[in-house]
Nanobody, 126 residues
Framework: QVQLVESGGGLVEPGGSLKLSCAASGFRFSNYPMTWVRQAPGKELEWVSGISNGGGSEGYSDSVKGRFTISRDNAKNMLYLRMNSLKPEDSAVYYC???????????????????RGQGTRVTISS
């Protein structure tokens, strides 16, 4: 069955860095765009970044543009999110997800997810 397993979250001081990973299985990973979304306590699910199936196109929310980098390794069925210059407002549970379309992956418009993982918690605090 489809599985997405995130890892790499933790507690980091403001200005620090983290790299999240997502291991995908149960579907042909290389055929599909992927996305990272996050949810902070008491807030709605927020699109963070997305990448096309081949990795040639990427999209970022304005809140993370220039600080986060999404990437994928289709040979290993892995999705990554490198996060630099972290801020307290980046604190959330981060989910790896399969979006319904490439447009959703790259823009976050009309966010519709077919499935997502269990999430990994990121806390930015001094």
């Amino acid at each position: 069955q489809v599985q997405l397993v995130e890892s790499g979250g933790g507690l980091v001081e403001p200005g620090g860095s983290l790299k999240l990973s997502c291991a995908a299985s149960g579907f042909r990973f290389s055929n599909y765009p992927m996305t990272w979304v996050r949810q902070a306590p008491g807030k709605e699910l927020e699109w963070v970044s997305g990448i096309s199936n081949g990795g040639g196109s990427e999209g970022y929310s304005d809140s993370v543009k220039g600080r986060f980098t999404i990437s994928r390794d289709n040979a290993k069925n892995m999705l990554y999110l490198r996060m630099n210059s972290l801020k307290p407002e980046d604190s959330a549970v981060y989910y790896c997800a399969k979006p319904s379309t490439t447009d959703v992956a790259l823009t976050g418009r009309k966010l519709t997810l077919e499935f997502r993982g269990q999430g990994t918690r990121v806390t930015i605090s001094s």
